[in-house]
Each structure stands twice: as C-alpha cells, then as structure tokens.
C-alpha cells in the first residue's frame, strides 16, 4: 500500500505570496490532518479533515485553510506569507474509526525569503 | 491548553548505556504516543499506548504509560548508534477526530 505522499517536497516563496501545499492520503483513509514543524514552537496541529469536513482547527492565524476533495485528497493554503511561515509542514493520514492511528507523509519544506 | 513537555530536550549516550527519557503532558488522555524523527525526515510511529498501565517494547526501547501521574515514559537499553534521533511523544485531544499535542522533542545521540 502507497504512503502519504506529499507535494511538492520544497518550496521558496517570497513574502506576502500565498502557497498551496497538497497531501494525498493513504488509500482508504478518511481523514487528513496538517501540523506544521519549526525549531522554534515545535510540532503544531493546523487542522483535519474528515470527509470533507473540518473536524478540528489548531490556534493558527486564518491565513492558514485547507480543504479536502471527495477522493480524500487535501489541499492546504497560506495567504500574505510571513517569514515566520517558513517551517516543514506534515500531513498525516487516519483511517475512520482508529482515532489516534495516524501515518505521516514526508513533508513540505517551505522557505519564506 | 494542554501541555506536553519532554525531558530532557538533549541527551547524548554511550553505546551500551541505557537511559530514560520523560514526557509529561497537562490534562486527562489516556492515549500517548511515541514518534521517531530522523534529520530532515518525517515521523516513524513507534508506540501507541492506549491505557493506563500500558507498556510496550521493540528492541531496545520500551515505552509505559501512568495515566494517573500522567506520565510516559521511553526506557533505552543499551544504547546503539542506529537509535541516534528525535524523539517526540504525543498526547490526543481527546476531541472526536485526530488532533495531536506533541512534545518538545528529546534529540539523542548515541556515542561509539
């Protein structure tokens, strides 16, 4: 069975663009959550998503969405990018029903210049 | 909030020694898990420990779990360089769904 994939791998973008960062779940799973990992605050919880719901929201800025697309497929989106944004941003993928039992893609390095 | 914090952040071993690191976390949940992070790597589930009382091992680390102190616990035993890495733990919300809270991290190095 496939991993979490994660698309693209790295990024740089510049200040004050947006960036669209996509995550393809595990085949069969239903739920996709976001954390986003940086030396300074650590690993953060953004959000998930659940059959195209969000189900849980971390404390994060609203510049920072997502969504997912009926095939489990989630997108997520950073408006008016600061270089504090810079970080390596995780999804990981859930089956229903197996809270807790989460798989971590590779990762998407964003560098904000 | 609930807070996660791991002890120590910075550990650096012999090869053959065996040490502790602890991760305590703020509030109720009696679901704790443990994630091992290579540089510029993702996560690699290690332990998912879903009880109190909950102890289980692979090689040489074991990991517990005392919902009561709220308190887990990653034991390594004899030290071998292939476990030089990040280790984090984390804590569900206990929402519905999946929301981690994951601790600071402890970096290991295993010394020749």
């Known amino acids: 069975k496939a991993g979490v994939t994660q698309t693209p791998r790295y990024l740089i973008k510049t200040r004050g663009q947006q960036v669209t960062l996509s995550c393809s779940p595990i085949?069969?799973?239903?739920?996709v959550s976001w954390y986003q990992q940086t030396p300074g605050q650590g690993l953060q919880f953004l959000f998930e998503?659940?059959?195209?719901?969000?189900?849980n929201k971390g404390n994060f800025p609203g510049r920072f969405s997502g969504r997912q697309f009926s095939n489990s497929r989630s997108e997520m989106n950073v408006s008016t990018l600061e270089l504090g944004d810079s970080a390596l941003y995780l999804c990981?993928?859930?089956?229903?029903?197996?809270?807790?039992?989460?798989?971590f893609g590779p990762g998407t390095r964003l560098t904000v210049t | 909030e609930l807070k996660v914090e791991q002890n120590p952040l910075f550990l650096s071993m012999q090869e053959g020694k065996n040490y502790t690191i602890y991760c305590n976390y703020s509030?109720?949940?009696?679901?704790l898990y443990w994630y091992r992070q290579d540089p510029g790597k993702s996560l690699e589930s290690l332990f998912v420990?879903?009880?109190?009382?909950a102890v289980k091992q692979e090689g040489r680390l074991m990991a517990s779990l005392d919902t009561k102190a709220r308190l887990s616990t990653l034991h390594i035993t004899a030290a071998v360089h292939d476990l030089s890495a990040t280790y984090f733990c984390?804590?569900?919300?206990?929402?519905?769904?999946?929301?981690?809270?994951f601790g600071t991290g402890t970096s290991l190095t295993v010394i020749p």
């Open positions: 990981a993928s859930s089956p229903a029903g197996a809270p807790g039992e989460q798989y």
């Open positions: 085949s069969g799973h239903r739920s």
């Open positions: 998503y659940f059959s195209e719901t969000q189900r």
């Open positions: 509030t109720t949940s009696d679901r």
């Open positions: 420990l879903l009880s109190n009382g």
């Open positions: 984390a804590v569900d919300s206990l929402n519905t769904g999946n929301q981690f809270y």
